[in-house]
């Protein structure tokens, strides 16, 4: 029989979410020197995923998301109190910005029918009925003038992205904004979904959403137990690299800096692999040879652009140490769009789906 993940594992706090990753200093980060001599395949399963070879890229059916409603009916006004204890009294829904640094909060709107009244999109949120809207970032930062052009009557947002001064700017000119508290794991997307609802005026159509995902999240996590090996040995030893080439960037995610789970580690815990950067207790930072030999990962997990920021998979195998780890000598690295991967939302089921068959399927379907 198939071990089901823990309530504890699938739930696991993502303390900090990917955008504050990609946009934290590296003065922290720890040099990645240690780390086991051997990642020992004597036991595994010579036809098993860690033998795998190839390229894959995570596709989903979809790259947009199904309102669970096309035609919401809120019932306002409403007053809700954010998680900065300030009460908002939200009496227009017509113009919605939905910001945050992982797409989430834009993903719940869009999926409680509010797509048509969402006039503008942070860097992170990127599906299909969103791409064309306009953007009220400068690279990953809020910029106040491209907000108050959009006429926005409502602003939904939460502390990932930023400054904190533009979004209280927005206040302060009469925009009701409201901070949420972002998903903290795949278990908390159910409750973010809830409080967007009520914010929205449509508490009990969020209720029905909450079912909708929750059961789809249940399905999920089972069929990717199904998937994934029981034995120890046979485990995917993964790790997460996050590349932009032209930037010269390369950099390797491990634990926070004060030792939890990173958000690679709690996505790589989903799969049903090993996170091979968090199992040394390494924390996320500057990508270095040395460090990444020592791991012996089995599968390299990349964003798209960043894999295609290095110029694809030949341009990957030049970058130091990844040709001498096994993952490197079976070119076995697995990409999922920059927009999906680590966007927890409706949607979260079907990306972790996607991503666990890219993994486990022994034939690559690699796009064009």
């Known amino acids: 029989m198939k071990r089901r993940p823990s309530s504890a594992a699938r739930g696991r706090i993502i303390p900090i979410l990917l955008s504050a990753v990609l946009l934290a200093t590296l003065s922290a980060c720890s040099l990645f020197t240690g780390g086991p001599d051997v990642a020992s395949t004597d036991s595994a399963d010579s036809q098993g995923a860690r033998f795998f070879e190839g390229p894959d ?53 869009f999926g409680l029918g509010f797509g048509d009244q969402v006039v503008g999109r942070d860097v992170t949120t990127g599906f299909d009925s969103a791409k064309d809207l306009p953007i009220v970032m400068d690279n990953h930062t809020l910029n106040a003038e491209a907000i108050l052009a959009l006429r926005p009557t409502l602003i939904l947002t939460d502390y990932s992205i930023g400054p904190y001064d533009v979004q209280l700017q927005m206040r302060n000119a009469g925009i009701p904004v409201v901070f949420f508290k972002p998903a903290e794991g795949f278990e908390d997307i159910s409750r973010l979904i809830g409080d967007v609802s009520e914010a929205l005026g449509v508490p009990e159509l969020g209720k029905q959403y909450q079912a909708d995902f929750d059961s789809r999240l249940d399905a999920t996590i089972a069929a990717i137990q199904d998937m994934a090996p029981d034995a120890e040995g046979d485990k995917v030893r993964m790790v997460f690299l996050y590349m932009r080439g032209q930037a010269g960037v390369y950099y390797m995610y491990g634990n926070n800096p004060d030792g939890t789970t990173g958000i690679a580690g709690v996505l790589i815990d989903a799969m049903g692999g090993v996170d091979v950067a968090g199992e040394e207790n390494w924390t996320s930072g500057n990508l270095t040879a040395e460090g990444l030999i020592k791991l012996e990962p089995d599968l390299i997990l990349m964003l798209t652009l960043g894999l295609e920021s290095v110029g694809g998979i030949d341009g990957l195998m030049t970058i130091p140490g990844i040709a001498q780890t096994p993952a490197g000598q079976r070119e076995r690295v697995v990409d999922m769009s920059d927009y ?29």
């Open 340 to 368: 999906e991967m680590f966007s927890w939302g409706p949607r979260t089921p079907e990306i972790l789906l996607a991503l666990a068959e890219a993994i486990y399927r022994d034939t690559p379907q690699v796009q064009p």
């Open 57 to 109: 890229t995570a596709i989903l059916d979809s790259t947009d998301i199904t309102p669970i409603i096309d035609d919401p009916q809120p019932d306002l006004p409403v007053t809700f109190t954010g998680l900065d204890d300030v009460d908002t009294q939200i009496t227009d829904t017509s113009r919605i910005l939905a910001l945050d640094g992982s797409g989430g909060l834009a993903s719940v709107v």
